[in-house]
């Protein structure tokens, strides 16, 4: 396995735990951030758990609802 995939599955675990994460201790359900955002309730589980990585479109309306920066997903 190339460091390049690793770097990004690495990248896309990360997002997701801190999605999650910002998410619960805001008290947001998947449906309510998903409402919030235009988008499925299904769509934030993939994210959460890491099969999916959205574009840096809709990780800024998820940042903007959480009151986070982009980059607080990515650390």
């Known amino acids: 396995m190339s460091q ?3 770097d990004l599955n690495s990248l896309k675990l990360n997002l997701a735990k801190n999605l999650k994460n910002y998410r619960l ?3 947001i ?3 309510e951030l998903a409402f919030k955002i235009s ?3 299904n769509y934030i589980g993939c994210i959460e758990r890491g099969e999916k990585i ?3 479109y809709v990780l800024y309306k998820i ?3 959480l009151n986070k920066k982009l980059d607080d ?3």
């Open 63 to 65: 940042a903007f609802v």
């Open 29 to 31: 359900s998947q449906e």
């Open 4 to 6: 390049d995939f690793k």
């Open 25 to 27: 201790n805001q008290g």
């Open 54 to 56: 959205p574009s840096v």
């Open 73 to 75: 997903f990515l650390s």
């Open 39 to 41: 988008s499925a309730r």
